[in-house]
């Protein structure tokens, strides 16, 4: 079972996230917090696979709460960010903060439960509406510096292939198809990269991918 802690202040939304996310049976909400500082406390208690959380609420955001949990919790849940704005700022911040997966409030259920369930298997996803675009933007506000993370030469010629397949979009199924490889070779090879460069799942890797070079930013 996937466990879920819902953190928003309105609490008629997370009293319908709940009955939403409860109906999908392999999923179960654990917990509930109204603002940021309650929610990395509820997350520190709760231990939840995933926290959707908020962008905006009183007496605490949850972008800071965000960059708490990741920061402090060992292993720490995955982050999924919701929010009713499409503008890009909050996307870099999620990311900024360690999101895992970034979700406009009105996306239909079976996409939000698809997050949910893509976050707690270690991979993760933004919104239909957010392209890559947004990861490549980021990437090239934050690299004012050459970061001082693992750089691309701690990776084998075989696994630096697959994360640059993985930064271009490709699916686990579609790279072993087009290296002609199994997938569970393909995962192989990227969760001992991931392990490497200490990222969390596929966006803090493709992340990664830009920032160190591995990948060159367009012009």
Known sequence: MITVLL????????AGFRSLIELAGDITVVGEAADGPEAVRMARLLRPD?????????????????????ETLDPAPAVLVLTTYELDEYVFGALEAGASGFLLKDADVDTLLDAIRRLAAGEG????????????????????????G???????????????????????AEIATELVVEVSTVKS??????????????VQTVIWAYRSGLLLLPS
């Open 189 to 202: 090879h990227l969760s001992r990269a991931m392990t490497k460069i200490g990222a969390r799942d596929r």
């Open 150 to 172: 693992p750089g691309p030469d701690l990776l084998t010629a075989r696994e630096a292939e697959i994360v640059r397949l993985l930064a271009h979009g490709l699916s686990n």
């Open 125 to 148: 996803m933004v919104d239909h509406t957010v392209t890559r675009r947004v990861i490549v933007e980021f990437a090239r506000r934050r690299r004012t510096a050459p970061p001082a």
């Open 7 to 14: 953190a928003d202040d309105q609490a008629m939304l997370r």
């Open 50 to 70: 995933v926290v959707c959380m908020d962008v905006r609420m009183p007496g605490g955001d949850g972008l800071t709460a965000t960059r708490d949990i990741v």
